[in-house]
């Protein structure tokens, strides 16, 4: 047993170790979290020095408002159809190029790059390409074909916006899961082929459950991004067309900056964080049951 002495000069050095972290951590998150709470319960238009205390009619408001509730449905839609689509892609290529060879490294390069690319850029590229004067609708028209309305149709515009969040972030799950395939226990799957299961047995009762912690890592964090989307709306739809591709993010920039109304926008980004903080709770959760149901 340590003498009380140093277990005090132990203390005092866990203590000074783990400082830094812990102011970085108040003045990084604690600290604005706190400070939007607070604005979201004030009318605060960004100038005022002395905003006046409203209350909870900012929540009220937004609660209300059907601006707000079709961005909380396109953003809803997006975060479930783009965490689905990154998930089955990025196992699927994961799959294919997880193999420690030259050809799988290129693949795994090429497949990441659009997310080393900006999001206002991805935007900017496939608003180029989708646009009604862009390359797809040039090709057709050239060749007598209609006009597709990828970014002027608010159904189209929708699905475009979902299937290029998907292009540019699923390399960020193939590669993810590349790295939980590879620790898959090879006698485990020797065993397997030699009890002569098939690869899709192999596959469900084996490789998935391996990489069980791997698939939540990429659905949270899938989900979370997702959520959060807005330079790519700003470059590829700026929202519309009439405002129907709008994300929450989006919205609440928009109220905030364009509006002056930092209040209401605060209380915007409180809803948003109190859903994405739950959702991504509930997903980890949901998961973890189904790791322990999986290994029982």
Do not use: C
Request: net charge positive; proline share 4%.
């Amino acid at each position: 047993m340590r003498p009380p002495g140093r277990r005090r000069d132990g203390g005092v050095a866990t203590a000074v170790m783990v400082l830094p972290a812990t102011v970085l951590y108040t003045v990084m998150l604690i600290v604005p979290v706190g400070l939007a709470i607070y604005l979201s319960l004030t009318d605060w238009d960004g100038y005022s020095a002395a905003p006046a205390f409203v209350g909870g009619s900012n929540y009220g408001e937004v609660l209300s408002d059907p601006e707000f509730r079709r961005a909380a449905f396109v953003t809803l839609l997006a975060a479930v159809v783009g965490t689905v689509g990154m998930n089955v892609l990025g196992l699927g290529f994961g799959m294919l190029v997880s193999r420690t060879t030259r050809v799988s490294s290129i693949l795994r390069t090429i497949l990441f790059y659009p997310h080393v690319l900006s999001a206002l850029v991805v935007g900017f590229l496939w608003s180029a390409i989708l646009g009604t004067n862009g390359a797809v609708n040039s090709f057709l028209t050239s060749h007598g074909a209609k006009l597709l309305p990828f970014l002027s149709d608010p159904d189209w515009a929708t699905a475009t916006l979902i299937a290029v969040l998907v292009w540019a972030q699923f390399g960020v799950s193939t590669v993810l899961y590349v790295a939980g395939l590879q620790t898959v226990p090879q006698n485990l799957l020797e065993a397997a082929r030699i009890d002569g299961a098939t690869k899709w047995q192999t596959f469900r009762h084996v490789t998935l459950p391996a990489i069980a912690p791997v698939v939540t890592v990429n659905l949270v964090l899938s989900l979370i991004t997702l959520l959060k989307t807005y330079d790519l709306v700003v470059s590829l739809t700026s929202g519309g067309p009439a405002g129907q591709t709008q994300t929450l993010a989006y919205l609440i920039l928009w109220n905030s900056f364009h509006d002056g109304r930092l209040g209401f926008g605060s209380a915007q980004s409180v809803v948003l964080m109190i859903v994405t903080a739950g959702l991504a709770l509930a997903v980890t959760r949901l998961r973890r049951r189904a790791d322990q149901g999986a290994h029982a």
